[in-house]
């Protein structure tokens, strides 16, 4: 028995310390972990348990990515199928007919009519951002513009951990490790400003300007040199930062203008998080590739996609002599048969389901309950769009990151999974959330938030 009964929830942990040792794990204080770990044997709809039977209400999604909610029925039996049928195929040059049906469905339902008419298969954010960037390079040169080497990304931004990710992203423990990354890259200011933004409900008023960062850049570097611009449309694991109204429709003004490709990571936002198919859509802005993950599967199996617009997809094609490769890039799971099928059954599930829709009409709820946070001990911002949202607190001199950590850590114990990023509390729900849950989250955080003061 490992769990500290006044932090973590009564896991009765089965495994033992020799077995835990060996799991280095992702993004987790492993010492910390390992002497109390938080052990999760089961999931269904909105709900975790642990291994003695604890009902945790999950309020991330798991991390931002089970939209339609844990094992659904059509989704794991679409899996259980193909696994029988089909376990593997390669796509370098042959291919299984799943691959081309999702690729369709996606291009054709997901948003149509935005050009975005041709998908990359990868296995999960990082690759599809990886592949997005390594396109926009090779893209500038099929047309002979092979200058273009330069990729912008924004401070605060997550962008996954390849090394192109780490390079355009700009949260700092995630690349001060790892020496000098890609050349020529640089960044946008933040579009945070906790001084005249906090408490915005939605997307601030103020911030539209800061999309002229990229002038600035353009400026600096010569527009001849840039490749492309990469944000993500609301930066989530940098703690759910909003766009100000007006600044992502600016920041593709000044791409047309200078011939940059503009590029949105989705890899949150796509998939109903906002209320739509993709952010691009409820921002009314398009961008010349899209890049998502997660609810591409519903998390179920692990996949990633990249989607570019017909012009980027033509250059390649016509910029390559005869039959020959058009892009020396792939990956063994590109289009894997476990995720094909996982995804198709996905976007049955939301669209049957109307999850886009439903997340849309919760969000109103989803702002007005979260916001009564506010006055509450710590709590210096709160931030929402869609069913995204965020409750920053001040930290705790000397210990960063401690009392948000401690937040998430006393509301798994009252049965409510969050996640914490730095000094934030993030949520972003399944969206089969009913408002009662929505609640009971909110309830959770309000009594975690009074205990830690
Ligand atoms: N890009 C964004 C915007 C993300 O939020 C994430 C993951 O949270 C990634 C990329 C990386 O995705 P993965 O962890 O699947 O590599």
Redesign the pocket.
Known sequence: RMSAPSTAPETNCNIDQATLGAFWMPFTANKAFKRSPRILAKAKGMHYWTEDGHKVLDGTAG??CVNAGHCNERIVSAIQKQAAALDFAPTFNMGHPLAFEYAHRLCQELMPGKGLDQVFFTM??????DTALKVALAYHKARGEGSRFRLIGRER??????FG?ISVGGMLPNRRAFGPMLPGVDHLRTTYDREHQAFSKGQPEWGAHLAEDLERLVGLHDASTIAAVIV?PV???AGVLVPPYGYLKRLREICDAHGILLIF????TAFGRLGKGMGAEYFGVIPDMV?C??GLTNAAV?A?ATFVQKHVYDTFMGATPGDGIELFHGYTYSGHPLAMAAGLATLDVYQDEGLFERAAALAPYWEETLHALKGHPHVVDIRNLGLMGAVELVPRAGKPGQRAFQVFTTALHKGVMVRVTGETIALSPPLIVEKGQIDQIVTTLSQALHEVA
């Open positions: 991390l931002w999960c954010g990082s690759t599809a951002v931004a997550y962008h996954g951990v390849g990710g993500e930066s989530g694991s990571d989705e890899v949150i890049t993950a997660k692990p990633g």
